[in-house]
């Protein structure tokens, strides 16, 4: 059931008590107004080209960052990561990696990563379900923030390199405010 307020102050109509972005966006409904932990937008990242890390120093992940401005200084921000991740080696040493996620260039969160082969002959090795990173982050402002992720390896020995979105497996990140 449907309810319209009328009024000369131009209250907007809300629907079954769903509340639009068109509602925020007209100042009907304010994020003020709404609970703690409301999610107040939602952006998404997705990269679908293979990229590949050879290097010793934190590269950025083309496709995997995303800009949002917080609408009140008390904002989270919930960051999910998912990368489809595998390491090329011709040993059976382990492959180590670093993967960290950036606001505004700095770090904020990493993670190292070892990942053991188990065979001695070459080729690349799925890293299943360690390419996840989850994380809330309080930016305090209402300016535009950016966060990426970054991966590296920790040693380029025995020609190791890390394959990012392999055969065309995404890779996502998602970004959400939270009302706080």
């Known amino acids: 059931m449907a309810l319209e307020l009328n009024g000369t102050t131009g209250v907007s109509l809300v629907q079954d008590g769903v509340v639009t972005a068109a509602d925020l966006a007209s100042g009907a409904i304010t994020s003020a107004a709404l609970p703690t932990d409301s999610i107040l937008q939602v952006l998404t990242s997705v990269k679908s080209a293979e990229q590949l890390v050879q290097s010793t120093s934190y590269t950025t992940i083309t496709n995997l960052s995303t800009n949002i401005t917080p609408s009140s200084t008390s904002s989270r921000i919930l960051i999910l990561v998912n990368l489809n991740l595998d390491v090329y080696q011709n040993s059976n040493a382990p492959s180590n990696y670093l ?69 065309g497996a995404d890779s996502t990140m998602i970004v959400m405010e939270l009302a706080g």
């Open 99 to 167: 993967k960290r996620l950036t606001r505004n260039g700095t770090e904020i969160v990493s993670k190292n990563t070892d990942h053991y082969a188990g065979t001695a002959s070459n080729g690349y090795r799925s890293l299943d379900g360690d390419g996840t990173m989850m994380f809330i982050d309080s930016p305090s402002t209402t300016s535009l923030v950016s966060y990426a992720v970054q991966l590296r390896l920790t040693d380029t020995s025995s020609s190791r390199t890390a394959r990012v979105s392999n055969g």
